[in-house]
């Protein structure tokens, strides 16, 4: 099983990225699978009713592809997505990963060689490439700190403690992937340069660019979870560099160094070996 892992913080374009890789037609994007269950509305307090897909479905069970998702699970193991908990990573469901299940399933109903998975978490990254049923390829997805703390800031509130946050979790990331062929992605260049970007990211799996990758939008999507990105009905490309009028001069200052580790050592745009 092929799955490619895009790994990062929240609000660095991952979910465009996500749709992106989507509209290639070898792939398919699950989106956050890490938070499936959450979607389904199973064991969550906050989520009584199953989210809408991305697809237009009102819910994930009326969604064509999740329905054929968990016939497709209930079918091979006998166990339907309720079943199947997304947050096991002790591999307690009868000596099987819950997660590579649920790969199989997609990629069994869909037919395509590579799912993409946009959960970010590096812990999730860490399990899965451990997983012997997985072949799994990270994508480490960067952005300018300025940028993204300033958007993570004005939704969460906060500040210094996003400093903290952007640092550790690629410190945790590039941990991970110390030795372990990956693609770094800059959000900047992703939007400056799509063709360009993705080019760099499906060469090392054997994949070629697809010019439909450009119109993202009008692809078939199925994402679970991710911003509002995915429900856009045009393809349109907007760099969010909105950090040069709303952060202070002081707070661009706490920034730069505050995350002088990242920039430092955070590589360029493109593969990773």
Not at 151 to 180: D, M, N, P, W
Request: proline share 5%; hydrophobic share 40%.
């Amino acid at each position: 099983m092929r799955v490619i892992y895009i790994a990062g913080t929240s609000h660095s374009g991952s979910t465009l990225l996500d749709l992106m890789l989507n509209a290639n037609p070898a792939i398919f994007s699950a989106g956050e699978v890490l938070k499936l269950n959450r979607q389904l509305g199973i064991n969550h307090p906050r989520k009584q009713n199953s989210a809408p897909c991305s697809c237009g479905a009102p819910s994930l069970w009326q969604c064509p592809v999740w329905s054929r998702v968990d016939a497709r699970t209930r079918e091979t193991v006998g166990k339907s997505l309720t079943d199947l908990d997304m947050l096991d990573y002790g591999e307690t469901d009868a000596g099987k990963a819950p997660n590579a299940l649920v790969f199989k399933a997609i990629a069994d109903v869909t037919g395509k060689n590579f799912v993409v998975d946009s959960s970010k978490l590096p812990k999730r990254l860490a399990y899965l490439m451990q997983l012997e049923e997985l072949d799994v390829y990270p994508v480490h997805i960067v952005r300018d700190p300025k940028g993204q703390i300033n958007s993570v800031t004005r939704k969460h509130g906060g500040f210094l403690k996003h400093i903290f946050r952007y640092e550790l979790i690629h410190e945790q990331i590039r941990r991970a992937l110390k030795s372990v062929p990956h693609s770094v992605v800059h959000y900047e260049d992703l939007v400056r340069d799509p063709a360009g970007t993705l080019a760099s990211i499906l060469q090392p799996l054997g994949l070629s660019f697809d010019p439909r990758q450009l119109a993202w939008a009008e692809a078939e999507k199925h994402e679970v979870a991710g911003n509002h990105v995915r429900f856009d009905a045009k393809s349109e490309l907007v760099l969010d560099e909105g950090w040069r009028e709303s952060l202070s001069p002081l707070r661009q200052r706490a920034i730069d160094i505050g995350t002088l580790m990242s920039r430092q050592t955070l590589p360029k745009t493109g593969a990773v070996r």
